[in-house]
């Protein structure tokens, strides 16, 4: 039961990283595009306008990716710390003496 939770967990942490990296091609990509058309508007001032209009629809878009990829990041912190927190916990078990108080008990006798 425990190795089919780690490897589901494994599983959607991969799909996390996949989709950051596609998540970061689209917003390289659509910032190039913004790029250009810069560059486009300092050559030919006519094109502001129409290149204001079209791209209207990409900014919700953009600003979904980049909450997704924030979601995404913080996933990854979050497995990051429960590991290093799961690996103190195992250290500290080791060092523990066997009681929980480290002194023994008195006999009654």
Known sequence: MSATKKQNEAFIISIFRMSQ???MV???LIGVGYLGGMISIL???SL???MAEFTKIFIPLFQLE???YGFGS???NI?????QIESINKKNDKEEPNDAEGT???SNG
Do not use: N, R, S
């Open 21 to 23: 990296k596609a998540l």
């Open 26 to 28: 689209v917003l390289a």
């Open 43 to 45: 050559f030919d001032q």
């Open 48 to 50: 502001a306008q129409p």
């Open 66 to 68: 980049i909450g997704v």
């Open 74 to 76: 913080t996933l990854e």
């Open 79 to 83: 497995q990051k710390i429960k590991g």
């Open 104 to 106: 023994e008990k008195p």
